[in-house]
């Protein structure tokens, strides 16, 4: 089972190089696997699936390409784009993925995350995610204008900045004992996430087991990714004008 792993995207109109370097993963190292694991914050953000911009369209058809190729698609939501729904999944051809989402890959037990639930001493943003992953509060949002949804996503982005600003460090990294709770309760798997935008293997030993965490990189004119062959551990590399490494 050959798989690669990506996340933090944040593809919008103003990131070109981002999503030259998107459209190109697709058509290079995407090809050359079974599935490609996104998790989560694909885009910059997304306001629901009504929302038919230009750049939803040019990447809605180039993850159906890679789908006609043969490769599985699968999509886990993030914070940025936890809106995104079936509709446009039917349109990529892409299958949504719970968060956390147990996976075996060639026999490997595997978990995904896009990791923001393992940041539990930001307890402000804990509350907000819970609120907002709620299906009623989306059924609700998703039926206001969409011009109106859009502003208040602005709004949000804006103050999630401004908060971001105020906050340590430290309280925007995963919570080691929550880490080491999600491993036991799945039975300690490999964990693979995202969202830190702290790119790193890590090794937790939990009631005497090792487990390792692979938190993968954040996307700018280059693209991270972690690829998993199963004839030995994963490997994390870059595709794009920046060496591997």
Same mark, same amino acid.
């Given at each position: ?87 446009? @999944?039917?349109? !990529?051809? &892409? #299958?949504?993925?719970?968060? =956390?989402?147990? /996976? ?73 004992? @929550?880490?080491? !709770?999600? &491993? #036991?309760?799945?039975?300690? =798997?490999?964990? /693979? ?53």
């Amino acid at each position: 089972m050959s798989a690669l792993f990506i996340s933090d995207l944040h593809l919008c109109e103003q990131r070109p190089g981002t999503l030259r370097a998107f459209f190109a993963f697709l058509q290079g190292p995407a090809r050359s696997v079974q599935a490609l694991y996104i998790l989560g914050d694909l885009f910059e953000y997304w306001a629901g699936d009504d929302d038919a911009t230009p750049l939803g369209n040019a990447v809605s058809d180039a993850l159906a390409a890679l789908a006609e190729t043969g490769a599985s698609v699968f999509f886990l939501p993030g914070n940025r784009d936890f809106l995104l729904g079936e509709s446009f @999944a039917r349109r !990529a051809r &892409l #299958r949504i993925l719970p968060d =956390p989402a147990p /996976i075996d890959l060639g026999g490997e037990a595997v978990l995904l995350s896009h990791g923001d639930i393992l940041c539990t001493d930001d307890e402000h943003y804990q509350s907000f995610r819970r609120l907002v992953r709620d299906p009623a509060w989306q059924r609700a949002f998703l039926e206001r204008p969409l011009a109106q949804r859009k502003q208040v996503i602005e709004d949000l982005r804006s103050q999630s900045e401004t908060a971001k600003q105020e906050k340590a460090m430290e309280i925007m990294d995963v919570n080691a004992s @929550a880490v080491e !709770a999600l &491993l #036991r309760k799945h039975g300690y =798997p490999t964990l /693979i996430h995202g969202h830190t935008h702290r790119p790193a293997h890590h090794m937790h030993v939990v009631d005497g087991r090792s487990c390792e965490r692979w938190v993968l990189a954040d996307w700018h004119d280059d693209a991270p990714y972690l690829r998993w062959d199963g004839a030995g551990p994963p490997v994390a590399l870059r595709f794009g004008p920046k060496p591997d490494g």
